[in-house]
């Protein structure tokens, strides 16, 4: 599969080429071509506007003259020919896209780091799972670009906006198709990046969250329990956010407790997910009430464990009739998480 991606992206160089000399760009490097591609399949512009501002990433262009880009985004039309009206349409066959992406991230990562800043939340997404899928082949073919990917994700995502780092948590928790370590990767840059303490409390919220949804309870133990001792000292504010946070925090702190065999504790720490947190969440923002539910689904679980069965029904039940859509059928472990007040 390499083979054939490395011969069939030599035949389209040949042809990008003899298009940029018709096109009159045919001055321009061939590495500033390349990377203008890579913009290319790395974004979708709704407009000539976006596409320029995508353009303008690109080293070699970003001080050329308005109508230099414009030349460079008529060629990539060209390459690219576009069914919908947008600026230019998407490259195929997904092999060559991959093998685009895995040779310009490596040589040029910055390009990447600075697109993400620009590129809307669904494109970003896009961009990342192609070029997992990209680092999936490569390993299979014995290459090294998954690791590089991942030191990319280490070394530059606390660089990209906040959502974009739980956009692709929650993708790399959802998608049985994430490597195993993308979840964790992007979580430790979350808590790189947090800044204030509520930040920083949510971003540590959700790394034990990946952590417990891996089954290692006890680092997400280790993670939590000083934030969560902050947490019931200092936060008192009836502020939906906080109380949202708090939920969060909380819940998956009794997840990873009770996973290292401390159910007492367990017990104790979603009781004040209840009282302090997920009850009067639910009065300030009724929306939510699938955190006071959850909670007390786990605390049914945590109760079943403990040999209080006739409670634990109870508590299941309470939980079933408060969030009756669906959510809470068999559930063994969950995670929950919380970012920029939303779930």
């Given at each position: 599969k390499s083979e054939v991606a490395a011969r069939l992206l030599a035949h389209e160089r040949r042809y990008w080429r003899g298009a940029a000399r018709t096109q009159g760009i045919g001055d321009f490097s061939p590495e500033t071509l390349?990377?203008?591609?890579a913009?290319?399949?790395a974004t979708r512009p709704a407009d000539r506007a976006a596409a320029d501002l995508y353009l303008r990433v690109v080293p070699g262009l970003a001080d050329q003259p308005r109508d230099r880009r414009d030349a460079v985004r008529a060629w990539i039309s060209e390459l690219f020919p576009s069914s919908e009206g947008t600026p230019w349409g998407r490259m195929y066959p997904d092999l060559l896209v991959e093998r685009v992406l895995k040779e310009r991230m490596t040589a040029h990562p910055e390009l990447y780091v600075d697109l993400m800043i620009r590129m809307p939340r669904s494109d970003i997404r896009e961009l990342m799972i192609y070029s997992w899928r990209s680092a999936e082949a490569d390993?299979?073919?014995?290459g090294g670009f998954d690791g590089l990917l991942a030191g990319f994700v280490?070394?530059?995502a606390q660089s990209w906006p906040h959502y974009v780092l739980n956009d692709l948590s929650d993708w790399a928790l959802a998608d049985p198709g994430a490597p195993g370590g993308?979840?964790?990767d992007v979580a430790h840059a979350l808590v790189r990046g947090a800044t204030g303490r509520a930040g920083q409390w949510a971003a540590l919220s959700n790394l034990a969250g990946v952590l417990v949804s891996r089954a290692r309870f006890g680092e997400g133990v280790e993670v939590l329990e000083g934030a969560v001792r902050e947490?019931?000292?200092?936060?008192t504010a009836p502020d939906p956010a906080v109380l949202e946070l708090g939920t969060a925090m909380t819940f998956n702190f009794a997840q990873a407790l009770a996973g290292v065999g401390r159910g007492p504790e367990a017990l104790t720490c979603v009781d004040e997910a209840l009282s302090r947190f997920a009850k009067r969440l639910v009065r300030a923002k009724p929306e939510y009430r699938h955190w006071s539910a959850l909670c007390v689904f786990l605390k049914g679980s945590l109760l079943r464990e403990a040999g209080r069965g006739r409670e634990a029904d109870a508590a299941e039940q309470r939980a079933r009739e408060a969030y009756p859509d669906g959510l809470l059928t068999e559930t063994s472990w969950l995670h929950v998480r919380y970012a920029d007040g939303e779930s």
């Open positions: 390349e990377d203008a591609v913009v290319a399949v390993k299979r073919a014995g280490t070394r530059h993308f979840a964790e947490l019931l000292v200092e936060s």
